[in-house]
């Protein structure tokens, strides 16, 4: 497998540096050992070069097994290990073992920036980040592909570049490639448009070691395409490589692709990231407002939840918000801490919450509700507690929740000033209900209706 000279050489020197540990003879150290440099690694095999024929017996025979386990310390491989003489290489070894040039998929490369240290884990991740490390540490060998699927802003392409990241910092010969579906497919558009007969797009493909692939439902529907992606796929699976593929949806919920590829998609491991919950939103929340240089305590504490209760649907969107809010943080000259209306404010211009604000509020709602029980604005709101009242109470604070997302925390204050912890039990207590109570059900599928 070609790799750099330069990552080579420190493969090597790493090598190296820990077989001097060990070896105690300093002048056999120097003659043998540190004459030699790194062939290439192909494969399996890890080819060491000697500069004559009796280093190469000397070190093959008494020192193969230190070298092995020295390889494999710097490695993390169990590489097979051989060695080539000098004299027995025609071609100059500082042009062997670069990477080859290509021209394929210039739109795309790793993005450093994404990684696991950044990437918050929490409930509604952990499983894909499990998996996600987990093939690092041997790729190809288990959970082939890796299938990640979830809601769009969710963090799949975060962990798609997270894994090429890390793998290559572990193992920097390997060949990671980062592509989207949609450069797959405008490379497989040039390469049908050109020559039919010119292998070179499929070839290229084939020498990966890691082969990650970015919005994978984009292939549905593109039957000459899919093709082409199965048979690489197949090639890449068969011959130990590693294939991770995200998706908005699961392999079984992929519309318009051949049934082929879905049953191969199937047969590693798939794993679905959920909405975040409020705790890794405000702890998403905290790392970025820590890497602008800021601490979180010049933020009010409720504000955050406002935050991460309204944008929970999408990190991409809470940190849309967020970025608002650290301009208006850096553009007004506060010294002091944000307070929750500001930060209300500083989002308030944001789609997700004018279009909310748009069709239905909090005060449509509770005036449905009332119409339905044949209550006044004022007894729901109130803090009487026949069961009737409490009832509607309950079924405006199920709705608001469900219809509006609305933060437990502003529930509260529209009704009445309950606090957050009252609000959850209500909307808990009406969705327990709903599975049971028929006539709860119907009264609150029309007052839906009554609002649409
Ligand atoms: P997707 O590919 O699922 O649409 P992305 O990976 O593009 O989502 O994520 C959108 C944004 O949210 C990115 O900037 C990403 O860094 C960030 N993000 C998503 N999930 C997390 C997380 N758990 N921790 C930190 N940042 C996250
Ligand atoms: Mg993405």
Not at 37 to 42: F, V, W
Not at 311 to 332: H, P, Q, T, W
Not at 386 to 415: D, E, H, W
Request: proline share 2%.
């Amino acid at each position: 497998m070609p790799i750099s000279l330069s990552q080579k050489e420190k493969i090597w020197e790493s090598v190296l540096s820990l077989l001097k540990e060990t070896i105690e003879d300093r002048h056999v150290f120097d003659s043998f050992f540190a004459t030699t440099k790194l062939y290439k690694i192909d494969g399996n095999k890890f080819i060491i070069l000697t500069t004559s024929k009796l280093s190469y017996t000397f070190l093959s025979s008494r020192y193969l097994s230190s070298i092995e386990n020295a390889v494999k310390n710097v490695t993390e491989t169990n590489y097979s290990i051989s060695f080539i003489n000098q004299d027995d290489i025609q071609s100059s070894i500082q042009t062997m073992g670069e990477e080859p040039k290509h021209n394929f998929f210039q739109s795309c490369s790793l993005n450093s920036k994404y990684t696991f240290d950044n990437f918050v884990v929490g409930n509604s991740n952990q499983e894909a980040v499990q998996a996600s490390l987990f093939i690092t540490t041997s790729p190809g060998e288990s959970f082939n592909p890796l299938f990640i699927y979830s809601k769009s802003g969710l963090g799949k392409t975060h962990l798609l570049h997270a894994i090429g990241n890390h793998i290559k910092e572990k193992r920097p010969f390997y060949r990671v490639l980062y592509i989207t579906t949609d450069a797959f497919i405008d490379e497989f558009v040039k390469y049908v448009r050109g020559n039919q007969q010119d292998e070179s797009l499929k070839d290229f493909l084939k020498t990966v070691d890691v082969l990650l692939v970015d919005d994978i439902q984009f292939l549905s529907e593109k039957n000459k395409t899919a093709e082409m992606f199965f048979n690489v796929f197949n090639f890449l699976i068969s011959n130990g490589k590693q294939v991770v593929l995200t998706s908005d949806k699961s392999p079984n919920e992929l519309k318009g692709l051949d049934d082929r590829l879905v049953s191969r998609f199937n047969m590693g491991l798939s794993v679905n990231i959920k909405n975040p919950d409020v705790d890794t939103c405000i702890e998403i929340l905290k790392r970025k407002i820590e890497a602008n240089s800021l601490n979180i305590n010049d933020f009010d504490y409720d504000g955050l939840v406002y935050l991460a209760e309204n944008f929970s649907r999408n990190v991409r969107e809470l940190e849309g918000a967020l970025n608002r809010l650290l301009f208006y943080k850096i553009n007004s000259k506060h010294t002091s801490k944000i307070d929750v209306d500001t930060i209300m404010e500083s989002v308030s211009g944001i789609k997700a919450i004018k279009d909310k604000s748009k069709t239905l509020t909090e005060e449509r709602i509770i005036e449905a509700v009332g119409d339905y029980y044949r209550l006044t604005e004022e007894q729901i709101k109130s803090k009487v507690r026949t069961s009737q009242i409490a009832l509607a109470r309950q079924i405006c604070m199920y709705l608001c929740r469900n219809l509006l997302n609305t933060p437990f925390v502003q529930i509260g204050k529209i009704f009445g000033g309950r606090d957050h912890s009252t609000v959850m039990t209500a909307v808990e207590k009406v969705e327990n209900l709903l599975k049971t109570d028929t006539q709860l059900s119907t009264a609150i599928s029309q007052i839906k209706k009554s609002l649409q």
